[in-house]
């Protein structure tokens, strides 16, 4: 069935196995149940603190953000992802890692339009019902249990979005296919109001910038558009891409990471 496509995001009708905590997602926008959620969640990542663990976890969240994105641009509906449809789990992968996944009480889905002017209104429809009720609920409780502005979760969204949508138009079966992901993350990007987000700007209209692979000097990466808070963890670090670091330090562990292996004797 369809559904199963959306596994690869942790979206499934079924239980996890391995499950240590799972709380209903319609509960977390009391900070009682988010606090208790992300006290859970803070050990399992490592986070030093709530503003590593908040941030891992909106992180995650955006696996159904990107399972709405998938489904309406590759599947040709959309899916019911209201906050009372799903149970949030919290599960352990093996090798002391752990997942969030997210078990929807049942499949409910809604072919999109075939004319393209009745698709876009039914876009925005799918998009601004989702993002208001689902995601900046979320969103903004988990700032508060944080102690973070909330832009700064919102933030972490674009740099999950850019590579997967250039990961789907890559693996499309057809040139109509790479066309129509292009063009709903455009109108996410671009036609969605700012208050369905609760912000001044629309979080996924951000400009992209680049910086040179660590290793390949002829080769282009993608600079993180918000910091992730891995420093925040357990033996964490600013990642390459972090945008918090200077152009200088990136030189010096562009240098390091090219200087050529010693040879053995």
Same mark, same amino acid.
């Given at each position: 069935m369809e559904f199963e496509a959306l596994h690869? !995001?942790?979206?499934?009708? *079924? *239980?996890?196995e391995h499950i240590v905590?799972?709380?209903?997602a319609s509960r977390l926008v009391e900070r009682d149940a988010m606090e208790k959620l992300i006290d859970a969640y803070a050990p399992l990542v490592k986070a030093l603190d709530r503003v590593a663990a908040v941030s891992y976890f909106c992180n995650q !969240?955006?696996?159904?953000?990107?399972?709405?994105?998938?489904?309406v641009s590759l599947l040709g509906k959309s899916v019911d992802l209201s906050l009372d449809r799903i149970t949030v789990q919290l599960f352990a992968v093996g090798d002391g890692k752990y997942g969030?996944?997210?078990?929807? *009480?049942? %499949?409910?889905?809604?072919?999109?339009?075939?004319?393209?002017?009745? #698709?876009?209104? %039914?876009?925005?429809?799918?998009?601004? =019902? /989702?993002?208001?009720?689902t995601?900046?609920?979320i969103y903004e409780s988990a700032a508060i249990v944080g102690g973070v502005d909330a832009g700064q979760l919102w933030g972490l969204l +674009?740099?999950? !979005?850019?590579?997967?949508?250039?990961? %789907?138009?890559?693996?499309?079966?057809?040139?109509?296919? #790479?066309?129509r992901v292009s063009a709903d993350y455009a109108f996410l990007t671009r036609e969605i109001p700012v208050a369905v987000f609760g912000r001044?700007?629309?979080? /996924?209209?951000?400009? =992209?910038? %680049?910086?040179? *692979?660590?290793?390949? +000097?002829?080769?282009?990466?993608r600079m993180k558009n918000v910091c992730c808070q891995y420093y925040r963890t357990e033996g964490g670090y600013y990642c390459y891409t972090c945008p918090r670091i200077k152009e200088s330090e990136r030189e010096e562990r562009r240098i390091k990471a090219r200087e050529p292996e010693p040879v053995s004797t």
């Open positions: 690869k !995001f942790n979206v499934s009708l *079924d *239980d996890k905590y799972s709380v209903a !969240f955006a696996n159904t953000c990107l399972s709405l994105q998938y489904a969030v996944a997210y078990k929807l *009480d049942r %499949w409910a889905e809604e072919q999109a339009p075939k004319n393209e002017a009745e #698709r876009q209104a %039914w876009l925005e429809r799918v998009y601004a =019902i /989702f993002y208001e009720n995601v900046r609920r +674009p740099t999950r !979005f850019n590579y997967m949508t250039e990961q %789907w138009m890559l693996a499309a079966a057809s040139e109509e296919q #790479r066309n001044s700007k629309n979080p /996924f209209d951000v400009k =992209i910038r %680049w910086v040179e *692979d660590l290793k390949d +000097p002829c080769k282009q990466i």
